[in-house]
């Protein structure tokens, strides 16, 4: 286990990224399987299809609306986006020991179930993002580690989300089981997909994950399984953002799944295989920043 005795350079730059937060596999609409992923390479265009495109935004919207606090889909503007229409909530969390909120819906237009993990927020998400020491964590994946701060926030809700989850996929068996988060809330996103698809393997088929601004994780056995697990993810990543390059003073940690990167220049670049420089990884340190944390397209 890596122990962080004092804050480090990447610390602080964390807690920087989350006050600044706090102050301001493809699918289409219908949550059919990926058009990107299972495609090898690096692809570079100036646009992405309508349909892929129209579904980033989709689950940007979902991943923004985890920042509101709300018992119905009645939110502003996150909930006015159009592919949300009939959404309904069926489970909120927000919890204060440890600091972890978001909620559990379902789309029947879309088919889809929706799990969305909040970002960073209130100051208790501020010490979990600085709480950068690894865990060993799932038991089931020989040699995983995962950051423990980004990983309490999931566990403390975990059974409630799990079980309203299940019921979901019991009373929906045709729909899709999405994850999406931003900031904080992706890396919490990830957790749930990789406790969900070990503990229920025979609903893994159904698990997708989109998200936005995730920081690094795990390591590379915790990335080795979600690049085996065959669930369609996506990391989209926006311009210069700093977040998905952070701990950046950590080189055991490593990204995963389908990078989707808005370039500086507004072209698209996806970059699958963990060949990710191409993509945002191939930015030089001075071009990462913290604004475009915050400027996600939809979110």
Same mark, same amino acid.
């Given at each position: 286990?890596? %122990?962080? /005795?004092?804050? $480090?350079? =990447?610390?602080?730059?964390?807690?920087?990224?989350? *006050?600044? @937060?706090?102050? !301001?596999?493809?699918?289409?609409?219908?949550?059919?399987?990926?058009?990107?992923?299972?495609?090898?390479?690096?692809?570079?265009?100036?646009?992405?299809?309508?349909?892929?495109?129209?579904?980033?935004?989709?689950?940007?919207?979902?991943?923004?609306?985890?920042?509101?606090?709300?018992?119905?889909?009645?939110?502003?503007?996150? %909930?006015? /986006?159009?592919? $949300?229409? =009939?959404?309904?909530?069926?489970?909120?969390?927000? *919890?204060? @020991?440890?600091? !972890?909120?978001?909620?559990?819906?379902?789309?029947?237009?879309?088919?889809?179930?929706?799990?969305?993990?909040?970002?960073?927020?209130?100051?208790?998400?501020?010490?979990?993002?600085?709480?950068?020491?690894?865990?060993?964590?799932?038991?089931?994946?020989?040699?995983?580690?995962?950051?423990?701060?980004?990983?309490?926030?999931?566990?403390?809700?975990?059974?409630?989300?799990?079980?309203?989850?299940?019921?979901?996929?019991?009373?929906?068996?045709?729909? !899709?089981?999405?994850?999406?988060?931003?900031?904080?809330?992706?890396?919490?996103?990830?957790?749930?997909?990789?406790?969900?698809?070990?503990?229920?393997?025979?609903?893994?088929?159904?698990?997708?994950?989109?998200?936005?601004?995730?920081?690094?994780?795990?390591?590379?056995?915790f990335a080795d399984f979600m690049n085996g697990s065959g669930i369609p993810i996506t990391r989209v990543v926006n311009k210069g953002d700093?977040?998905?390059?952070?701990?950046?003073?950590?080189?055991?940690?490593?990204?995963?799944?389908?990078?989707?990167?808005?370039?500086?220049?507004?072209?698209?670049?996806?970059?699958?295989?963990?060949?990710?420089?191409?993509?945002?990884?191939?930015?030089?340190?001075?071009?990462?920043?913290?604004?475009?944390?915050?400027?996600?397209?939809?979110?």
């Amino acid at each position: 286990m890596r %122990c962080v /005795d004092q804050v $480090t350079l =990447g610390a602080l730059v964390y807690a920087l990224l989350a *006050l600044c @937060v706090s102050c !301001s596999g493809i699918t289409d609409r219908s949550g059919s399987r990926s058009a990107l992923h299972g495609r090898s390479g690096i692809s570079k265009r100036a646009s992405l299809s309508a349909p892929i495109q129209t579904t980033l935004n989709l689950y940007a919207a979902y991943a923004g609306a985890a920042y509101n606090d709300m018992d119905e889909w009645t939110c502003t503007p996150e %909930c006015q /986006d159009p592919g $949300t229409s =009939g959404t309904v909530i069926d489970y909120t969390w927000d *919890l204060g @020991v440890v600091t !972890s909120n978001g909620y559990v819906a379902h789309n029947p237009n879309k088919r889809i179930i929706v799990v969305a993990f909040r970002g960073t927020n209130e100051p208790g998400d501020w010490l979990q993002d600085l709480t950068l020491t690894h865990y060993p964590w799932p038991s089931q994946i020989a040699g995983s580690s995962v950051i423990s701060g980004f990983l309490s926030g999931y566990l403390v809700a975990r059974p409630l989300v799990i079980q309203n989850v299940l019921d979901l996929a019991t009373r929906f068996p045709g729909y !899709s089981i999405v994850a999406t988060g931003h900031s904080l809330g992706a890396s919490r996103a990830a957790m749930f997909v990789a406790d969900f698809a070990l503990q229920h393997p025979e609903l893994r088929q159904r698990l997708q994950m989109y998200t936005y601004g995730q920081a690094k994780c795990g390591n590379k056995s915790f990335a080795d399984f979600m690049n085996g697990s065959g669930i369609p993810i996506t990391r989209v990543v926006n311009k210069g953002d700093i977040a998905p390059h952070l701990p950046g003073d950590d080189p055991t940690l490593v990204q995963f799944g389908t990078e989707v990167w808005y370039t500086p220049t507004n072209d698209t670049v996806t970059c699958t295989n963990e060949d990710y420089s191409k993509c945002s990884e191939g930015l030089p340190q001075t071009a990462l920043n913290i604004a475009d944390h915050s400027t996600y397209p939809n979110l």
